[in-house]
């Protein structure tokens, strides 16, 4: 497809050439997609896709591992069991798109723009989400384990489910509410006002729903 591997030396361009672009288009696209056996994987694995335009694409379980994708516009995206092991989202424009069941472990979602995703069900440990933005997103049984939200959580975002246990939340706009949704443990590390709360405290002797 003449899309560079993310480890390349070369001067790297901040946005697809066209023809790489236009071959992205008629990969990922609803329509072109309908034509292929759903046994068939899309594979743009370590590929550098920086500012590609993924809009609508369709990129159900694709391998997109190490694949780097920042400032991409993946904006209603469909990408459900997309393997994204290490992906590189980094500004990544990602609203409306969806994740469920989408495997994110160790990616960088950094100042990504994830607003109304649906991230249900998705593997998030270890990603990095620092000042995402993931106001009116679905993050309901989303494994969170370790994952360090640095003012990442907006504060309409669904955690019913999700798995906080060793996550970093001291600096993320949460509520109370929101975080007795979720599975805690005694080292989720949440601000202080809302750890001093007795429903947190309960929900933590409870287990967090274990």
């Known amino acids: 497809m003449g899309a560079l591997n993310s480890t ?3 001067s790297l361009p901040k946005s697809p050439a066209a023809d790489v672009q236009a071959a992205l288009t008629a990969l990922t696209q609803p329509i072109s997609r309908a034509h292929v056996s759903s046994a068939v994987q899309v594979d743009l694995s370590g590929l550098y896709l920086v ?4 809009r609508g694409a369709d990129l159900t379980e694709s391998d997109l591992r190490e694949t780097d994708l920042g400032g991409a516009r993946l904006r209603g995206a469909k990408l459900t069991k997309a393997l994204l092991w290490r992906a590189r989202l980094s500004r990544a424009w990602m609203r409306e798109a969806t994740l469920t069941g989408a495997w994110l472990r160790e990616a960088d979602l950094s100042r990504g723009l994830l607003e109304g995703a649906d991230l249900s069900d998705t593997k998030l440990g270890q990603a990095n989400l620092t000042s995402a933005d993931l106001r009116k997103a679905i993050l309901a049984r989303s494994d969170l384990m370790d994952v360090h939200l640095e003012s990442g959580i907006g504060g309409l975002a669904n ?3 999700a798995d906080l246990r060793g ?3 001291q600096s993320a706009l949460v509520t109370v509410e929101q975080v007795v949704a979720a599975r805690l443990s005694r080292d989720t590390a949440l601000p202080s006002d ?3 709360d007795d429903r947190v405290s309960a929900r933590i002797v409870q287990g967090g729903g274990s």
């Open 167 to 169: 996550a970093d939340l």
């Open 51 to 54: 500012g590609a335009d993924l």
């Open 159 to 161: 955690l019913s489910g």
């Open 194 to 196: 809302i750890a001093g």
């Open 8 to 10: 390349s030396t070369q």
